[in-house]
Structures are given as structure tokens and as C-alpha cells.
Nanobody
């Protein structure tokens, strides 16, 4: 069973910072793409940022210049540094990891349970 576990959410004032972490369980061969998505109540889930094993990144326009995604391939962990938070960033943040469990399997996506980020004005 592959587990994806997010940590680091919480309550912060506008203008503040938070750092989210997402760790994938060790019983895998490798990950290629890892990403952060968010979903506010009544809204569709949207991509926030993604990073490939090569280090290539992608960001939603709304977070460019404020959020930074990074990863530690040795630890199968991805991070999201969020600076300059606004109330509009309030959401549940989900981690996605594309995982290859063994040499005989292809890549498939796994999701975490989500972590709440609340930004007060």
C-alpha cells in the first residue's frame, strides 16, 4: 500500500508563510511527478505547483512569485514554501505523487488526505 502524507498546514495571518511537506512511503521504486493541488469549498480542485524528478517546475499563475515547490528525491518528499499568503489561498491542499512501485509496474498517481491551510485577514 502506497501512502502519501501531507503535513504543515495551519492557520496564518495574511502576509505570513507556511511550508507544506509531503512524504511518500518507502515501499516504492521511484516517483517522477509530484504536485500540490488545492480545493476550496464549492470549488474545483486546481493545480498549485508541480515538479518533475528532473527538477522542472510548473506553477499556477495565482501563486507565481509567492510559492516555491521543491523535492528531495532521496526521501521521496516534496515541499511547498508559501509566502505572502492571502485569504484567497485558504483551501485544503492535496499532494499528488506519480509512483512506480516496482520494475514490473507502470506509474500511477496516489493522493494524500489533504491538509487545511487557513489565512486570516
Amino acid at each position: 500500500q502506497v501512502q502519501v502524507v501531507e503535513t504543515g498546514g495551519g492557520l496564518v495571518q495574511a502576509g505570513g508563510s507556511l511550508r507544506l511537506s509531503c512524504a511518500v512511503s518507502k515501499n516504492i521504486l521511484t516517483t517522477d511527478y509530484m504536485g500540490w493541488h488545492r480545493q476550496a469549498p464549492g470549488q474545483q480542485r486546481e493545480l498549485v505547483a508541480g515538479i518533475y524528478a528532473s527538477g522542472a517546475t510548473t506553477y499556477a499563475d495565482s501563486v507565481k512569485g509567492r510559492f516555491t515547490i521543491s523535492r528531495d528525491n532521496a526521501k521521496n518528499t516534496v515541499y511547498l514554501q508559501m509566502n505572502g499568503l492571502t485569504p484567497q489561498d485558504t483551501s485544503v491542499y492535496y499532494c499528488q505523487a506519480r509512483v512506480q512501485r516496482s520494475r514490473s509496474t507502470g506509474f500511477q498517481s496516489f493522493w494524500g488526505q489533504g491538509t487545511q491551510v487557513t489565512v486570516s485577514s
